[in-house]
């Protein structure tokens, strides 16, 4: 909810805006990419890929139809994730970010969840932990 409307904020607004829908929509093509190199080795993905992503904005922006003024390439990379969605290739997952381990490479954190994203990147999630514990 925005409380406060300005030209400045519009503009700051639309780049962050911009800039994670420019994301998805790169991420979006890479998982194309390797669905078809899959699909080239005879394995079939029958459910969408999940694409996590900590932004509702974008959530919402792609959810809406409306096109967004002053913003072409913004509306083809909008376009491309919706398309992706449609043919079910793509499903957008909200993620909270104290769950977003890719944080730790873009924020700065509080030690105690640097800690957890830094030990999921090196040990995998809190599961394959748990199971490396049983089994020694």
Known sequence: THCIS???SDVY????DEGETK??????RSIVWL????????IICSQPTILHTDSQVLINVVSDYKNHPKSGCYNRDI?????????RIVKMVKVSSED????????????TTHNKHSNTLLYGDEKCKIKERIQK
């Open 6 to 8: 300005s030209a400045a």
């Open 13 to 16: 607004k639309r780049q962050v």
């Open 23 to 28: 994301a998805a929509a790169e991420a979006c």
């Open 35 to 42: 669905r078809n190199a899959l699909e080239e080795l005879g």
């Open 79 to 87: 376009q491309w994730i919706r398309e992706c969605i449609e043919r």
């Open 100 to 111: 977003n381990t890719a944080d730790i490479l873009t924020k700065l954190l509080n030690e």
